[in-house]
């Protein structure tokens, strides 16, 4: 399997397939990524398109300094940001991967409860916790994406989480 670079710059000498290659891997995380910001999937189907639209329009300027997950995550917060100036609205209740991922961290079993506790926390706080726990980013590619450094990034997750599990035990 090539990495991520190697097709970049295959993208970049006029290869269809590697576009393709590069399409299957991130497609699905990133329309799950774009599903939490946005109000219907059809928006966040769009909003992914766009993405990967905004990405091979730009591909000459990646450079391959950055790691490129962060970089195409980086264009898809932007897009989310954007989008989210519109319509202010960050559904949580449908989206299983976060849930999951926030019960198994905070040992609890009521997804609805979990989502009560995402809604606590500041905009800044829930986007470093999905990226983080629904999306896998490392705190350096979360820092990327949210154009801050690594311990801000570590310390809003950190800070997030130690919020929901004071608000879970003040639920008790």
């Not at 706080?125 to 801050?148: D, N, P, S, T």
Request: aromatic share 8%; proline share 2%; glycine share 4%.
């Amino acid at each position: 399997m090539l990495s991520d670079d190697k097709l970049i710059e295959q993208i970049k000498a006029g290869d269809e397939q590697a576009a393709e290659e590069l399409i299957t891997r991130y497609y699905a995380s990133i329309l799950r990524y774009c599903r939490w910001h946005c109000s219907s999937v059809e928006k966040a189907e769009d909003l992914t398109q766009e993405t990967f639209y905004k990405l091979f329009k730009n591909i000459s300027g990646y450079k391959g300094k950055r790691k490129f997950k962060a970089y195409l995550y980086t264009i898809a917060n932007r897009l989310c940001i954007d989008e989210s100036r519109k319509s202010p609205s960050y559904p949580l209740e449908d989206e299983e991967s976060i849930v999951d991922e926030c019960n198994e961290i905070l040992r609890l079993e009521d997804k609805e409860e979990v989502n009560y506790l995402l809604s606590t926390l500041s905009p800044e706080q829930r986007e470093a916790i999905i990226l983080r726990f629904g999306e896998q980013l490392e705190f350096h590619e979360i820092a990327k994406v949210m154009g801050c450094n690594m311990r801000t990034a570590q310390s809003r997750v950190r800070n997030g989480l130690k919020i929901m599990r004071k608000e879970q035990a003040n639920e008790k």
